[in-house]
């Protein structure tokens, strides 16, 4: 029981999370991103692309839970594992096609944070698989390094596309 | 289809893309598309294109062979 008190309350921090990224957004002084056309295209593309892979991966462990995955991992960490896809396809078919950072948009200290959020996460993530209490008993739990390791692998994947991007667009020959 | 007419009459007015993009308010990887023929632009965006090039509609993105 206490876990599932602890689980609700991790949610309900992360509504009151987003609900409060959402209000500072839409009330922010501050200067949103501007995406021309082309962007905006191409970023329907990869909101297409997320939402099908999130799709795909809840059927996969649908049909793996039936052969028993949930013995191995819990149900959260199941969940969380598709919509880290999503949004990790999201963000490199974006990040490829230059259309995850706006015009004129510093992207410096975004690409920080991501690299921030992505080390510390993944770094937990490891700690806890090696010294094996990211399992209770038995199975991979998604309040005990889990998501951690979820979320870490996820900005790790999105922080190589920007950094290969950046390295790409340095070795461009010129028009 | 390259766009070589936007491309030529970009050279002509001596901009690069990027110079070409933050005239159009777009970025340069979109005018890089346009003039690779990897990408249509809206008629907003040709136009745009046409006012900041002097150039009419039909100089640049019309096809006259078609």
């Not at chain 1, 995406?35 to 905006?40: A, I, R, T």
């Not at chain 1, 990211?134 to 309040?143: E, L, Q």
């Not at chain 2, 766009?3 to 933050?22: C, F, W």
């Amino acid at each position: 029981m206490p876990e599932k008190i602890e689980m609700m309350l991790v949610a309900i921090m992360l509504l009151a999370a987003i609900l409060t990224i959402a209000f500072i957004s839409k009330n922010s002084k501050l200067k949103m991103q501007h995406f021309d056309e082309m962007q905006l295209l191409i970023r329907a593309t990869a909101y297409r692309n997320a939402y099908f892979t999130v799709i795909g991966v809840l059927a996969a462990l649908m049909v793996l839970s039936t052969f028993g995955l949930n013995n191995i991992v819990d149900t959260a960490t199941q969940m969380c594992t598709a919509l880290m896809a999503g949004i990790t396809v999201f963000a490199v078919y974006c990040i490829k096609k230059d259309a995850f950072f706006g015009i004129d948009y510093d992207n410096k200290g975004y690409v920080y944070m991501i690299f921030a959020i992505g080390v510390f996460n993944l770094v937990m993530g490891i700690w806890r698989l090696i010294d094996g209490t990211i399992r209770v008993d038995g199975v991979i739990t998604f309040t005990h390094g889990a998501s951690n390791l979820i979320i870490g692998a996820g900005f790790f994947i999105v922080l190589v596309a920007l950094l290969l991007k950046k390295s790409d667009d340095k070795s461009e020959v010129g028009e | 289809m390259k766009n070589l007419k936007m491309k030529s009459a970009r050279a002509s007015k001596d901009y690069s893309q990027e110079q070409l993009a933050k005239l159009c308010n777009v970025s340069r990887q979109t005018i890089n598309a346009i003039e690779k023929g990897d990408y249509n632009p809206t008629i907003n965006l040709c136009i745009a294109i046409c006012k900041a090039l002097d150039k009419t509609l039909d100089e640049l993105f019309w096809d006259v062979e078609a």
